[in-house]
T-cell receptor, first 113, second 120 residues
């Protein structure tokens, strides 16, 4: 069974204090690792998809990296508006058009001004 | 990214009643939509895959007679929680893939804003 573990569960940073969120995964036949941002009471907002080890993607202050066992979401010089829950999910190759994402529980990031 | 809209965003109902939640893809056609459920501080759990013009595919442990899914058009899927009970209270979120790029390996799954169901 696919497993996704995110750490830490919660992270408090001061504005400008860079850090990283971790997503460890176990999946047979990875067909994509996804990062989403979720604000309270809202649906997840797509950030990145990574497909193979060594791949990196960036968007503003966020950078996602992928290895064969984990992914990191690096946040450089965060701002209070970056406060949210960050979700990691994996997709396993189930063949055909079968499409299922397995999500982690998320990391609640709070950035204090 | 693509826009997925859900309605209502919040609903409160009495135990035993049925509640319908709509999910619309606003700027693209979605032959497949997905319904997720999220409990506080828990992962999103896939409930079912909604296929336009055919029966939904339910995940193990999800009662298909309780969670009725209809995907009557390429832009609309509905989830009906029948005979709702307090334990059905949760955050329900739909999602859809935008196939306009024509690449089936595209991983982007876009989510609606979610619907908070409270059953009294």
């Amino acid at each position: 069974e696919d497993q996704v573990t995110q750490s830490p569960e919660a992270l408090r940073l001061q504005e400008g204090e860079s850090s990283s969120l971790n997503c460890s995964y176990t999946v047979s036949g990875l067909r994509g690792l996804f990062w989403y941002r979720q604000d309270p009471g809202k649906g997840p907002e797509f950030l990145f998809t990574l497909y193979s080890a060594g791949e990196e993607k960036e968007k503003e202050r966020l950078k996602a990296t992928l290895t064969k066992k984990e992914s990191f979401l690096h946040i450089t010089a965060p701002k209070p508006e970056d406060s949210a829950t960050y979700l990691c999910a994996v997709r396993r190759d189930r063949g055909g058009s079968n499409y299922k994402l397995t999500f982690g529980k998320g990391t609640l990031l709070t950035v204090n001004p | 990214g693509a826009v997925v809209s859900q309605h209502p965003s919040r609903v409160i109902c009495k135990s035993g009643t049925s509640v319908k939640i709509e999910c619309r893809s606003l700027d693209f056609q979605a032959t497949t939509m997905f319904w997720y459920r999220q409990f506080p501080k828990q992962s999103l759990m896939l409930m079912a895959t909604s296929n336009e013009g055919s029966k939904a595919t339910y995940e193990q442990g999800v009662e298909k007679d309780k969670f009725l899914i209809n995907h009557a058009s390429l832009t609309l899927s509905t989830l009906t929680v029948t005979s709702a009970h307090p334990e059905d209270s949760s955050f329900y979120i739909c999602s859809a893939r935008d196939y306009r790029g024509g690449v089936t390996n595209t991983g982007e799954l876009f989510f609606g804003e979610g619907s908070r169901l409270t059953v009294l």
